[in-house]
């Protein structure tokens, strides 16, 4: 018998109940029954980002339950974790930086913040960093001396490390700066910035569809 293969999918929208109870059973039919359970089947996720913010990044792809000739049951996570969003790392420069990324959901973002004087300039000249960004409500807000400390030229100062939460509005700019106070000296810099955890509750009302394709062997 030749192989037979089917294509399906379904769209589900996320209870308060499957919020809270950590993931969704979707049930998926085929367009004509097989002839016994013996397919093999695939499955993915198309998040479709409906709620405001843009995609949950929420959703991961779980196990199959209760196969049979006419379809199946997916059970689809819903997960919590830290999405990075950006990261940068240069080293041994002698230039300002000035990186910037756009932020696909309004939530709390973590930046971890990195830079380290070489110790080959002057210690009268001293490097600052700016973090900009923007609120849920619209407003610009930025974060610099003194709250993110210097780093001179020679090792008198020459290091500074942070990790500071930002709760920022989607579809926005997140920018990181350095500047110079001084004669420019070489410097290394590294940054990451993170999505924080989004609560399961907070995506009840997500739409999502499986997509699914199986092949009768």
């Known amino acids: 018998m030749a192989n037979i293969s089917a294509t399906a999918k379904a769209a589900h929208t996320v209870t308060a109940q499957e919020a809270a109870q950590g993931f969704c059973v979707v049930h998926i039919s085929w367009p004509s029954p097989f002839y016994d359970t013996n397919y093999v089947t695939t499955w993915a996720i198309e998040d479709t980002g409906n709620l405001a913010g843009g995609p949950s990044l929420n959703l991961a792809p779980g196990d199959k339950h209760n196969v049979s000739p006419t379809g199946f049951d997916a059970i689809v996570y819903l997960t919590s974790f830290q999405v990075v969003q950006a990261k940068l790392t240069k080293s041994n420069i002698s230039v300002p930086v000035d990186f910037s990324t756009v932020l696909q959901q309004t939530t709390l973002y973590n930046i971890t913040l990195y830079y380290q004087s070489l110790g080959l300039g002057s210690g009268a000249a001293s490097l600052s960093p700016t973090i900009s960004w923007t609120d849920p409500q619209d ?14 030229g020679d090792l ?62």
């Open 139 to 152: 407003n610009p807000q930025n974060l610099a001396y003194p709250y993110l400390g210097p780093i001179s």
């Open 156 to 217: 008198s100062d020459p290091l500074q490390n942070y990790s500071i939460p930002f709760l920022a509005l989607a579809g926005s700019t997140l920018d990181v700066t350095t500047a110079f106070t001084g004669t420019p000296f070489a410097y290394n810099v590294g940054l990451s910035i993170e999505s924080q955890p989004t609560a399961a509750t907070d995506i009840t009302g997500t739409i999502f569809i499986v997509h699914a394709m199986a092949s009768h062997r």
